[in-house]
């Protein structure tokens, strides 16, 4: 049974499946059955566990989703969880970025270090949810850079690469990204069950 992805995000949903290559299970975008679900949680994991068993339950087979975020160290490592929903669920993301530009113009000479923070989470009923977790390392840019990638990419620089996500081409940024180390992940522990 094809695997559900817990997502309306055509992008986030393209990059998964890149990410997850031609090994089964085969993954599907929710539909229209999936809710919103709130993500109250004030953890990657919870929020991934609860949208995954959201959608296994409504589908009645396994279902997989993520949560993810950036962090960045100036900001007290905010927005985090919040990335998503900062300053408002209706923000574009050029608005979220701007938002995090305008904050470091207002804070002078600082620490510009940034992480992204990705957990998968795979939820079959009947058993323990599988998770995966990946993280990278890098810098807010002093601009947005690039028009690949989708979210905080433009802004999220990479040092070994000297570039931002936007900027790179799609395969130099699925080898380090926080969602395809996250997906590695949860991939390696389910070759480890089988």
């Known amino acids: 049974m094809p695997v559900a992805v817990a997502t309306r995000n055509p992008d986030k949903f393209a990059e998964i499946v890149q990410l997850w290559g031609d090994a089964p299970p085969a993954l599907v975008i929710a539909g229209p059955e999936y809710p919103d679900v709130d993500e109250r949680f004030?953890?990657?994991?919870?929020?991934?566990?609860?949208?995954?068993?959201?959608?296994?339950?409504?589908?009645?087979?396994?279902?997989?989703?993520?949560?993810?975020?950036?962090?960045?160290?100036?900001?007290?490592?905010?927005?985090?969880?919040?990335?998503?929903?900062?300053?408002?669920p209706d923000s574009s993301?050029?608005?979220?970025?701007?938002?995090?530009?305008?904050?470091?113009?207002?804070?002078?000479?600082?620490?510009?270090?940034?992480?992204?923070?990705?957990?998968?989470?795979?939820?079959?009923p009947g058993h323990e949810p599988v998770i995966g977790r990946g993280e990278v390392e890098g810098e807010i840019a002093l601009g947005p850079r690039g028009s690949?990638?989708?979210?905080?990419?433009?802004?999220?620089c990479y040092p070994p690469y000297g570039r931002t996500f936007g900027e790179v081409d799609i395969?130099?940024?699925?080898?380090?990204?926080?969602?395809?180390?996250?997906?590695?992940?949860?991939?390696?522990?389910?070759?480890?069950?089988?």
């Open 93 to 124: 993301p050029s608005e979220r970025n701007e938002l995090i530009l305008g904050q470091f113009a207002a804070l002078g000479n600082v620490s510009r270090r940034a992480r992204y923070v990705c957990v998968c989470a795979l939820v079959v």
């Open 42 to 88: 004030s953890t990657y994991e919870e929020n991934a566990v609860l949208k995954a068993s959201e959608l296994a339950r409504i589908r009645g087979g396994p279902a997989l989703a993520d949560d993810s975020g950036i962090e960045v160290e100036a900001l007290g490592w905010a927005p985090g969880v919040l990335s998503a929903r900062t300053p408002s």
């Open 148 to 156: 690949g990638g989708f979210g905080y990419d433009p802004i999220f």
């Open 171 to 194: 395969g130099l940024k699925h080898a380090v990204s926080h969602r395809g180390r996250a997906i590695r992940a949860l991939r390696k522990k389910l070759t480890l069950r089988s």
